[in-house]
Nanobody
Framework: QLVESGGGSVQAGGSLRLSCAAS???????MSWYRQAPGKEREFVSG???????TYADSVKGRFTISQDNAKKTTYLQMNSLKPEDTAMYYC?????????WGQGTQVTVSS
């Protein structure tokens, strides 16, 4: 199971750090963050693999940073210079074993 935390409400230009904690003994070889704004489709935000290779959507490059603490089985998304268009429900997803798992989501709201 994956559990997100760290969402909240901030003003434009602010920062938040999201966390995604994995439970159980299954090893997740890749983790990703997605987001979904009201009325829009879910979109990829960032991903990280077991060899610490990272990818980012163009819209967040230079502002968001994904990282992992393997000892804590936690994946982070540091979000800086937040914009109102970053407002969405953020979900983490992991390829753990042979299955994809999703968290329940954490809301991020950025006001102008």
């Amino acid at each position: 199971q994956l559990v997100e935390s760290g969402g909240g409400s901030v003003q434009a230009g602010g920062s938040l750090r999201l966390s995604c904690a994995a439970s159980g003994d299954t090893w997740c070889r890749s983790m990703s963050w997605y987001r979904q704004a009201p009325g829009k489709e879910r979109e990829f935000v960032s991903g990280i693999t077991s060899d610490i290779s990272t990818t980012y959507a163009d819209s967040v490059k230079g502002r968001f940073t994904i990282s992992q603490d393997n000892a804590k089985k936690t994946t982070y998304l540091q979000m800086n210079s937040l914009k109102p268009e970053d407002t969405a429900m953020y979900y983490c997803s992991g390829l753990c074993g042979t299955f994809y798992y999703w968290g329940q989501g954490t809301q991020v709201t950025v006001s102008s």
